[in-house]
């Protein structure tokens, strides 16, 4: 393992708003995806970080960032960054901008894995009880269902950290989507190489994100999916990917050393068992870890039964299960999983 590199696990925030103006902009279905791009780069400023393609359809916006994504809803944004940056900045500017909308925060969760590089990471993200600390003092009062847990695994450096907090009208999640958020560390080092550029190749970052989607079967995971990727310089790579209201996303580190890679998606507990199982496997599969943690985010018990289900046919144990509870999320459920030759 490396002394120091590129942080690969991501911090995300997802923050909910209601409005209570019957003449406010989420009547007209944009909401918060009226918020100007000055807006957003100063959100984004306070985070540390840049825009680098956009896209968006009639439900959402999209960003890939310089660290990650953001997705832009009418009365949800979700920011997921990795490196150092100082993602939990972002809480209060984007509180006071959805308030010149009309709009009132009624929901918060904040989730990320342990670091590869926990000493590098800067104030407030320098430990979990700093990060609830700073959350807390930024939140307005209305939210007063409020929980912090650390959700524990046999191996330490694998710990799911999750801060969920909900006002009095919202403090249960009450809808049947679900979110997987899957980090995988250990790649495999041929298929991580697929995510360097070559030398002396003089392509943007937009057209030698399109080869690695395709060189990678990315395209493949979700083949509805409309997709703008980027990869960077020398190597790593972002995608976001658009389905209807649904979006999934992947990053990943290659690095030998500390190479890292995530994908995030959302779907509904009324989706097919099979489907889902499907999407995980071809997920995994572009990167063949030697370690997968999963947090399963949901209004149902059941949904982190598929998990296993994608898992073990890919030679991967699981070793860790981890479940709880939390206002305005739901049930969480982490598991961690090995490949089957390693310990």
Same mark, same amino acid.
């Given at each position: 393992m490396a002394v120091s590199g590129f942080e690969g696990f991501e911090k995300r925030l997802e923050l909910h708003f209601f409005g209570d103006d019957p003449l406010s902009n989420i009547n007209n279905? @944009?909401?918060?995806?009226?918020?100007?791009?000055?807006?957003?780069?100063?959100?984004?400023?306070?985070?540390?970080?840049?825009?680098?393609?956009?896209?968006?359809?009639?439900?959402?916006?999209?960003?890939?960032?310089?660290?990650?994504? @953001?997705?832009?809803?009418?009365?949800?944004?979700i920011i997921k960054t990795c490196g150092t940056t100082q993602l939990l900045k972002s809480v209060r500017p984007l509180t006071h901008f959805a308030n010149k909308l009309n709009l009132k925060l009624c929901g918060c969760r904040y989730t990320r894995g342990s670091f590869i590089f926990p000493k590098s990471q800067p104030f407030p993200h320098t430990n979990f009880k700093e990060e609830v600390i700073y959350i807390e003092e930024n939140l307005?009062?209305?939210?007063?269902?409020?929980?912090?847990?650390? @959700?524990?695994?046999?191996?330490?450096?694998y710990s799911w950290h999750v801060f969920a907090a909900g006002d009095q009208n919202h403090r249960k999640k009450s809808n049947s989507d679900f979110t997987f958020e899957i980090c995988m560390t250990e790649l495999d080092r041929h298929l991580a190489r697929k995510f360097y550029k070559k030398a002396g190749d003089c392509k943007t970052g937009?057209?030698?994100?399109?080869?690695?989607?395709?060189?990678?079967?990315?395209?493949?995971?979700?083949?509805?999916?409309?997709?703008?990727?980027?990869?960077?310089?020398?190597?790593?790579?972002? @995608?976001?990917?658009?389905?209807?209201?649904?979006?999934?996303?992947?990053?990943?580190?290659?690095?030998?050393g500390y190479s890292y890679a995530s994908f995030e998606c959302v779907g509904s507990v009324y989706d097919e068992d099979v489907d889902i199982v499907e999407t995980l496997k071809k997920a995994v599969q572009v990167f063949k870890p030697a370690t997968v943690s999963v947090s399963t985010t949901s209004n149902s018990r059941e949904v982190w039964t598929t998990v296993a289900r994608a898992m073990e046919p890919l030679g991967l144990k699981c070793r860790t299960f981890a479940m709880d509870e939390f206002p305005a999320a739901g049930t969480v459920v982490f598991q961690t999983f090995t490949a089957a030759r390693r310990k």
């Open positions: 279905n @944009m909401g918060l995806r009226l918020l100007d791009f000055e807006s957003i780069e100063q959100v984004l400023r306070a985070v540390q970080c840049t825009v680098v393609s956009a896209v968006g359809n009639h439900f959402f916006d999209a960003y890939v960032l310089s660290e990650s994504s @953001m997705f832009v809803y009418p009365t949800k944004i307005p009062k209305n939210l007063v269902y409020r929980k912090a847990a650390v @959700m524990p695994s046999k191996n330490p450096c937009d057209s030698a994100g399109k080869e690695m989607t395709v060189l990678t079967g990315i395209d493949d995971i979700n083949p509805r999916a409309f997709i703008c990727d980027f990869a960077f310089d020398p190597c790593g790579y972002s @995608m976001n990917g658009i389905d209807g209201d649904r979006y999934s996303t992947i990053h990943v580190t290659p690095e030998d």
